[in-house]
Protein backbone atom coordinates (compact mmCIF):
# COMPACT_ATOMS: atom_id res chain seq x y z
CA UNK A 1 0.00 0.00 0.00
CA UNK A 2 2.93 2.42 0.84
CA UNK A 3 4.71 1.95 -2.56
CA UNK A 4 1.40 2.50 -4.52
CA UNK A 5 0.80 5.29 -2.77
CA UNK A 6 4.61 6.24 -3.26
CA UNK A 7 3.96 5.36 -7.23
CA UNK A 8 1.22 7.80 -7.22
CA UNK A 9 2.54 11.12 -5.36
CA UNK A 10 5.93 10.52 -7.66
CA UNK A 11 3.83 10.43 -10.87
CA UNK A 12 1.71 13.39 -9.69
CA UNK A 13 4.90 15.27 -8.64
CA UNK A 14 6.28 14.46 -12.57
CA UNK A 15 2.80 15.20 -13.98
CA UNK A 16 2.97 18.75 -12.34
CA UNK A 17 6.72 19.35 -13.16
CA UNK A 18 5.84 18.74 -17.21
CA UNK A 19 2.59 20.71 -17.60
CA UNK A 20 4.55 23.93 -15.53
CA UNK A 21 7.91 23.45 -17.65
CA UNK A 22 5.47 22.95 -21.10
CA UNK A 23 3.34 25.76 -20.94
CA UNK A 24 4.37 29.38 -22.31
CA UNK A 25 5.04 31.62 -19.61
CA UNK A 26 2.86 34.88 -19.72
CA UNK A 27 4.00 37.99 -17.79
CA UNK A 28 1.77 39.57 -15.30
CA UNK A 29 2.53 43.49 -14.68
CA UNK A 30 2.33 43.18 -11.19
CA UNK A 31 1.57 40.69 -8.41
CA UNK A 32 1.77 40.01 -5.05
CA UNK A 33 3.14 36.32 -3.41
CA UNK A 34 1.15 35.25 -0.22
CA UNK A 35 1.94 31.75 1.08
CA UNK A 36 3.17 30.47 -2.33
CA UNK A 37 -0.45 32.08 -4.08
CA UNK A 38 0.06 34.61 -6.89
CA UNK A 39 -2.37 37.00 -7.04
CA UNK A 40 -2.35 39.65 -10.43
CA UNK A 41 -3.40 43.05 -8.77
CA UNK A 42 -3.40 45.64 -12.15
CA UNK A 43 -5.61 46.33 -14.50
CA UNK A 44 -5.22 47.18 -18.33
CA UNK A 45 -7.21 50.27 -18.78
CA UNK A 46 -7.45 51.47 -22.38
CA UNK A 47 -8.31 55.00 -23.15
CA UNK A 48 -8.78 56.25 -26.78
CA UNK A 49 -7.52 60.21 -27.15
CA UNK A 50 -8.16 62.22 -29.89
CA UNK A 51 -5.76 65.43 -30.56
CA UNK A 52 -6.53 67.85 -32.71
CA UNK A 53 -4.86 71.70 -33.72
CA UNK A 54 -6.24 74.79 -33.73
CA UNK A 55 -8.08 74.03 -37.49
CA UNK A 56 -9.66 70.24 -36.27
CA UNK A 57 -6.87 69.15 -38.13
CA UNK A 58 -5.49 65.19 -36.78
CA UNK A 59 -1.90 65.84 -35.19
CA UNK A 60 -0.29 62.53 -36.13
CA UNK A 61 3.60 62.02 -35.07
CA UNK A 62 2.58 61.85 -30.81
CA UNK A 63 4.26 59.05 -28.96
CA UNK A 64 4.27 57.90 -24.91
CA UNK A 65 6.51 60.64 -23.76
CA UNK A 66 3.79 63.03 -25.26
CA UNK A 67 0.88 62.52 -23.07
CA UNK A 68 0.42 62.58 -19.44
CA UNK A 69 -2.46 60.39 -17.56
CA UNK A 70 -3.82 60.62 -13.99
CA UNK A 71 -5.69 58.13 -12.05
CA UNK A 72 -7.88 59.48 -9.19
CA UNK A 73 -4.98 62.73 -9.33
CA UNK A 74 -2.35 60.16 -9.28
CA UNK A 75 0.24 59.99 -12.60
CA UNK A 76 -0.13 56.28 -13.96
CA UNK A 77 2.67 55.04 -16.21
CA UNK A 78 1.61 54.76 -19.95
CA UNK A 79 2.65 50.98 -21.46
CA UNK A 80 2.03 51.64 -24.79
CA UNK A 81 0.70 54.30 -27.22
CA UNK A 82 -0.27 53.08 -31.03
CA UNK A 83 -1.89 55.43 -33.61
CA UNK A 84 -4.99 55.21 -35.65
CA UNK A 85 -2.69 53.92 -38.73
CA UNK A 86 -1.70 51.31 -36.80
CA UNK A 87 -5.29 50.13 -34.75
CA UNK A 88 -7.85 48.81 -37.05
CA UNK A 89 -11.62 50.67 -35.87
CA UNK A 90 -14.79 49.02 -35.32
CA UNK A 91 -17.94 51.53 -35.93
CA UNK A 92 -20.75 50.95 -34.64
CA UNK A 93 -23.68 53.38 -36.62
CA UNK A 94 -27.19 53.69 -34.94
CA UNK A 95 -30.30 55.68 -37.62
CA UNK A 96 -32.87 56.94 -35.81
CA UNK A 97 -36.00 55.88 -37.95
CA UNK A 98 -38.41 57.23 -35.79
CA UNK A 99 -40.95 60.31 -37.32
CA UNK A 100 -38.51 62.92 -35.39
CA UNK A 101 -36.00 62.31 -37.53
CA UNK A 102 -37.79 62.12 -40.77
CA UNK A 103 -37.14 65.50 -42.57
CA UNK A 104 -33.35 64.92 -43.24
CA UNK A 105 -33.42 61.72 -43.21
CA UNK A 106 -32.19 60.87 -46.95
CA UNK A 107 -29.36 63.42 -46.66
CA UNK A 108 -27.93 61.59 -43.81
CA UNK A 109 -28.23 57.96 -45.52
CA UNK A 110 -26.22 59.44 -48.34
CA UNK A 111 -23.90 61.59 -46.14
CA UNK A 112 -23.26 58.83 -43.68
CA UNK A 113 -22.45 56.54 -46.35
CA UNK A 114 -20.05 58.59 -48.03
CA UNK A 115 -18.25 59.16 -44.33
CA UNK A 116 -17.81 55.28 -43.99
CA UNK A 117 -15.93 55.06 -47.55
CA UNK A 118 -13.85 57.82 -46.26
CA UNK A 119 -13.34 56.83 -42.87
CA UNK A 120 -12.73 53.13 -43.43
CA UNK A 121 -9.88 50.92 -44.24
CA UNK A 122 -10.18 47.50 -45.58
CA UNK A 123 -9.32 45.86 -42.18
CA UNK A 124 -12.46 48.47 -40.55
CA UNK A 125 -15.49 47.19 -40.28
CA UNK A 126 -19.07 48.59 -39.30
CA UNK A 127 -21.82 47.59 -37.79
CA UNK A 128 -25.30 49.46 -38.87
CA UNK A 129 -28.38 49.56 -35.99
CA UNK A 130 -32.21 51.07 -36.45
CA UNK A 131 -33.44 52.92 -33.55
CA UNK A 132 -36.83 52.62 -33.42
CA UNK A 133 -39.71 50.82 -31.02
CA UNK A 134 -36.63 48.89 -30.09
CA UNK A 135 -33.49 48.41 -31.78
CA UNK A 136 -32.74 46.17 -34.43
CA UNK A 137 -29.64 44.78 -36.30
CA UNK A 138 -29.29 46.09 -39.82
CA UNK A 139 -26.09 44.28 -40.30
CA UNK A 140 -22.78 43.18 -38.59
CA UNK A 141 -19.46 43.84 -38.82
CA UNK A 142 -19.06 44.43 -42.53
CA UNK A 143 -16.88 46.30 -45.03
CA UNK A 144 -17.36 50.13 -46.07
CA UNK A 145 -19.41 49.07 -49.41
CA UNK A 146 -21.49 46.66 -47.74
CA UNK A 147 -22.45 48.97 -44.46
CA UNK A 148 -22.88 51.97 -46.83
CA UNK A 149 -25.36 50.35 -49.03
CA UNK A 150 -27.50 48.98 -46.20
CA UNK A 151 -27.37 52.44 -44.43
CA UNK A 152 -29.31 53.14 -47.73
CA UNK A 153 -31.89 50.52 -47.38
CA UNK A 154 -33.29 52.01 -44.03
CA UNK A 155 -36.48 53.30 -44.60
CA UNK A 156 -37.87 55.91 -41.84
CA UNK A 157 -41.20 55.01 -40.17
CA UNK A 158 -43.34 56.59 -37.60
CA UNK A 159 -42.70 54.37 -34.33
CA UNK A 160 -41.66 55.24 -31.08
CA UNK A 161 -38.41 55.53 -29.93
CA UNK A 162 -35.98 53.00 -28.14
CA UNK A 163 -32.89 55.36 -27.90
CA UNK A 164 -31.87 54.01 -24.65
CA UNK A 165 -32.40 50.26 -25.38
CA UNK A 166 -30.38 50.87 -29.12
CA UNK A 167 -27.48 52.46 -27.09
CA UNK A 168 -26.96 49.87 -25.11
CA UNK A 169 -27.41 47.32 -27.80
CA UNK A 170 -24.70 49.26 -29.39
CA UNK A 171 -22.27 48.76 -26.50
CA UNK A 172 -22.79 45.03 -26.06
CA UNK A 173 -22.33 44.08 -29.76
CA UNK A 174 -19.23 46.35 -29.78
CA UNK A 175 -17.81 44.51 -25.72
CA UNK A 176 -18.86 40.91 -27.52
CA UNK A 177 -17.58 40.67 -31.01
CA UNK A 178 -14.72 43.30 -31.45
CA UNK A 179 -11.42 41.43 -31.55
CA UNK A 180 -8.72 42.44 -29.40
CA UNK A 181 -6.65 45.52 -30.39
CA UNK A 182 -9.05 47.75 -32.15
CA UNK A 183 -10.80 50.86 -31.30
CA UNK A 184 -14.74 51.05 -31.18
CA UNK A 185 -16.91 53.98 -32.37
CA UNK A 186 -20.81 54.57 -31.51
CA UNK A 187 -22.04 56.87 -34.07
CA UNK A 188 -25.86 57.98 -33.32
CA UNK A 189 -27.75 60.07 -35.73
CA UNK A 190 -30.98 61.05 -33.05
CA UNK A 191 -32.57 63.46 -31.10
CA UNK A 192 -31.45 61.39 -28.24
CA UNK A 193 -35.30 61.25 -26.87
CA UNK A 194 -36.65 58.11 -25.75
CA UNK A 195 -40.30 56.82 -25.67
CA UNK A 196 -40.07 53.24 -25.47
CA UNK A 197 -37.20 51.68 -24.08
CA UNK A 198 -38.26 48.59 -21.71
CA UNK A 199 -37.65 50.76 -18.47
CA UNK A 200 -39.26 53.76 -19.46
CA UNK A 201 -42.33 52.03 -20.70
CA UNK A 202 -41.98 49.85 -17.80
CA UNK A 203 -41.82 52.68 -15.01
CA UNK A 204 -45.00 54.27 -16.54
CA UNK A 205 -46.85 51.43 -16.52
CA UNK A 206 -46.18 50.91 -13.10
CA UNK A 207 -47.21 54.16 -12.21
CA UNK A 208 -50.53 54.01 -13.41
CA UNK A 209 -51.20 50.66 -11.74
CA UNK A 210 -50.00 52.92 -8.30
CA UNK A 211 -52.97 55.08 -9.07
CA UNK A 212 -55.67 52.58 -9.47
CA UNK A 213 -59.00 53.41 -9.92
CA UNK A 214 -57.78 56.77 -9.37
CA UNK A 215 -56.74 57.27 -12.95
CA UNK A 216 -60.45 57.52 -13.43
CA UNK A 217 -60.93 61.37 -12.34
CA UNK A 218 -57.82 62.63 -13.13
CA UNK A 219 -58.32 65.31 -15.88
CA UNK A 220 -55.53 64.91 -18.68
CA UNK A 221 -53.02 67.29 -17.37
CA UNK A 222 -52.55 66.16 -14.30
CA UNK A 223 -52.50 62.38 -15.49
CA UNK A 224 -49.74 64.07 -18.06
CA UNK A 225 -47.81 65.42 -15.89
CA UNK A 226 -47.25 62.40 -13.82
CA UNK A 227 -46.41 60.51 -16.65
CA UNK A 228 -43.69 62.75 -17.45
CA UNK A 229 -42.25 62.50 -14.15
CA UNK A 230 -42.27 59.31 -13.86
CA UNK A 231 -40.51 59.13 -17.32
CA UNK A 232 -38.08 61.64 -16.57
CA UNK A 233 -37.06 59.73 -13.42
CA UNK A 234 -36.86 56.50 -15.21
CA UNK A 235 -34.35 58.38 -18.16
CA UNK A 236 -32.14 59.41 -15.12
CA UNK A 237 -31.84 55.94 -14.14
CA UNK A 238 -31.49 54.68 -17.43
CA UNK A 239 -28.86 57.17 -18.57
CA UNK A 240 -26.55 56.60 -16.06
CA UNK A 241 -26.82 52.70 -16.84
CA UNK A 242 -26.42 52.89 -20.42
CA UNK A 243 -23.23 55.37 -19.82
CA UNK A 244 -21.66 52.47 -17.84
CA UNK A 245 -22.46 50.17 -20.51
CA UNK A 246 -20.64 52.34 -22.97
CA UNK A 247 -17.79 52.63 -20.33
CA UNK A 248 -17.16 48.67 -20.17
CA UNK A 249 -16.94 48.53 -23.84
CA UNK A 250 -14.00 51.29 -23.95
CA UNK A 251 -16.21 53.15 -26.34
CA UNK A 252 -16.35 56.48 -27.77
CA UNK A 253 -20.02 57.68 -28.46
CA UNK A 254 -20.32 60.82 -30.76
CA UNK A 255 -23.62 62.03 -31.85
CA UNK A 256 -25.38 64.01 -34.71
CA UNK A 257 -28.78 65.83 -33.55
CA UNK A 258 -31.16 66.10 -36.18
CA UNK A 259 -33.25 68.15 -34.47
CA UNK A 260 -31.25 71.50 -34.55
CA UNK A 261 -33.27 75.07 -34.03
CA UNK A 262 -36.19 73.15 -32.69
CA UNK A 263 -34.19 71.66 -29.53
CA UNK A 264 -35.27 74.54 -27.14
CA UNK A 265 -39.57 73.90 -28.15
CA UNK A 266 -39.62 71.47 -24.96
CA UNK A 267 -38.24 69.41 -22.37
CA UNK A 268 -38.13 66.46 -23.91
CA UNK A 269 -35.58 67.97 -26.70
CA UNK A 270 -33.66 69.45 -24.28
CA UNK A 271 -33.46 66.20 -22.06
CA UNK A 272 -32.26 64.01 -25.42
CA UNK A 273 -29.47 66.95 -26.20
CA UNK A 274 -28.20 66.02 -22.48
CA UNK A 275 -28.27 62.39 -23.22
CA UNK A 276 -26.23 62.45 -26.12
CA UNK A 277 -23.60 65.42 -25.11
CA UNK A 278 -23.24 63.63 -21.74
CA UNK A 279 -22.48 60.24 -23.39
CA UNK A 280 -19.69 62.16 -25.76
CA UNK A 281 -18.30 64.32 -22.95
CA UNK A 282 -17.82 61.08 -20.42
CA UNK A 283 -16.17 58.59 -23.28
CA UNK A 284 -14.25 61.45 -25.07
CA UNK A 285 -16.46 61.67 -28.22
CA UNK A 286 -18.84 64.78 -29.53
CA UNK A 287 -22.02 65.56 -29.40
CA UNK A 288 -22.75 67.57 -32.83
CA UNK A 289 -25.99 70.19 -32.66
CA UNK A 290 -25.84 71.42 -36.24
CA UNK A 291 -28.17 75.05 -36.86
CA UNK A 292 -30.35 73.39 -39.85
CA UNK A 293 -32.22 75.61 -41.50
CA UNK A 294 -36.05 75.31 -42.30
CA UNK A 295 -36.96 73.31 -45.49
CA UNK A 296 -41.02 73.47 -44.89
CA UNK A 297 -41.69 77.29 -46.15
CA UNK A 298 -43.85 78.81 -48.65
CA UNK A 299 -41.10 79.73 -50.71
CA UNK A 300 -39.99 76.60 -52.72
CA UNK A 301 -37.05 78.37 -53.91
CA UNK A 302 -35.90 79.25 -50.08
CA UNK A 303 -36.35 75.68 -49.33
CA UNK A 304 -33.89 74.76 -51.80
CA UNK A 305 -31.70 77.01 -50.91
CA UNK A 306 -31.82 75.47 -47.18
CA UNK A 307 -32.05 72.25 -48.31
CA UNK A 308 -28.44 72.63 -50.20
CA UNK A 309 -26.88 74.79 -47.06
CA UNK A 310 -28.76 71.70 -44.97
CA UNK A 311 -26.45 68.91 -46.82
CA UNK A 312 -23.23 71.55 -46.65
CA UNK A 313 -23.91 71.81 -43.06
CA UNK A 314 -24.22 67.47 -42.61
CA UNK A 315 -20.78 67.19 -44.95
CA UNK A 316 -18.74 69.30 -42.35
CA UNK A 317 -19.78 67.44 -39.56
CA UNK A 318 -19.10 64.22 -41.50
CA UNK A 319 -15.54 65.99 -42.25
CA UNK A 320 -14.89 67.15 -38.56
CA UNK A 321 -15.29 63.91 -37.21
CA UNK A 322 -13.59 61.91 -39.90
CA UNK A 323 -10.78 64.20 -38.58
CA UNK A 324 -11.35 63.13 -34.82
CA UNK A 325 -11.85 59.20 -36.16
CA UNK A 326 -8.09 60.00 -37.78
CA UNK A 327 -6.37 61.88 -34.99
CA UNK A 328 -6.79 58.91 -32.00
CA UNK A 329 -4.42 57.41 -30.08
CA UNK A 330 -4.94 53.90 -28.30
CA UNK A 331 -3.65 54.79 -24.81
CA UNK A 332 -3.07 51.63 -22.28
CA UNK A 333 -1.67 51.58 -18.73
CA UNK A 334 -1.88 49.40 -15.72
CA UNK A 335 -3.70 50.53 -12.82
CA UNK A 336 -2.53 48.88 -9.36
CA UNK A 337 -5.01 51.01 -7.23
CA UNK A 338 -7.25 49.04 -5.65
CA UNK A 339 -10.79 50.02 -5.68
CA UNK A 340 -14.25 47.54 -5.36
CA UNK A 341 -15.88 46.35 -8.19
CA UNK A 342 -18.40 49.20 -10.35
CA UNK A 343 -16.62 52.15 -8.80
CA UNK A 344 -15.94 54.89 -11.28
CA UNK A 345 -12.35 55.80 -10.80
CA UNK A 346 -11.69 59.53 -12.42
CA UNK A 347 -9.49 59.99 -15.57
CA UNK A 348 -7.18 62.98 -16.58
CA UNK A 349 -5.94 62.66 -20.05
CA UNK A 350 -3.20 65.13 -21.54
CA UNK A 351 -0.42 66.52 -23.73
CA UNK A 352 3.12 67.04 -21.63
CA UNK A 353 3.26 69.55 -23.88
CA UNK A 354 -0.50 71.04 -24.79
CA UNK A 355 0.79 74.00 -27.05
CA UNK A 356 -2.98 74.84 -29.54
CA UNK A 357 -4.01 71.24 -29.42
CA UNK A 358 -7.56 70.23 -27.92
CA UNK A 359 -7.15 66.46 -26.52
CA UNK A 360 -10.43 64.03 -25.89
CA UNK A 361 -10.66 61.36 -24.03
CA UNK A 362 -13.14 59.24 -21.66
CA UNK A 363 -13.37 61.13 -18.19
CA UNK A 364 -13.47 57.78 -16.29
CA UNK A 365 -14.36 53.91 -16.10
CA UNK A 366 -15.87 51.70 -14.30
CA UNK A 367 -14.13 48.75 -12.47
CA UNK A 368 -14.83 45.44 -13.81
Known sequence: MKFQRLIFISAFILTFVFTAFSQTPTPTPTVEEDEGVIEVKSRLIIVPVSVLDSNGQAVTGLTAKDFRVSEENKIQEIAEVSTAEKVPLEIVVLFDISASTDALFKFEQETAAEFLKTVMRPEDRATIFTVGSAPRLVQSRETAEKSAEAIKSILPTKEFTAFYDSVAAAAEHLQKNTPQGRRKVI??????????????????????????????????????????????????????????????????????????????LNK??????????????DTGGTAFLPKFLPTSNKDELQNAANTRRNAEILQQIFRQLT????????????????????????LDIGLQNPRNFRTRARQGYFVK
Open 268 to 281: MSRFGQENLQRFAD
Open 187 to 264: IVISDGEDTNSVRISKAIQDGYRKLGSKIDTMDRKTLYQLTVANRDKASLSERERVLQGLQNADTVFYSINPAGNSLQ
Open 323 to 346: NELQAQYLIQYYSDAEFPVNRYVK
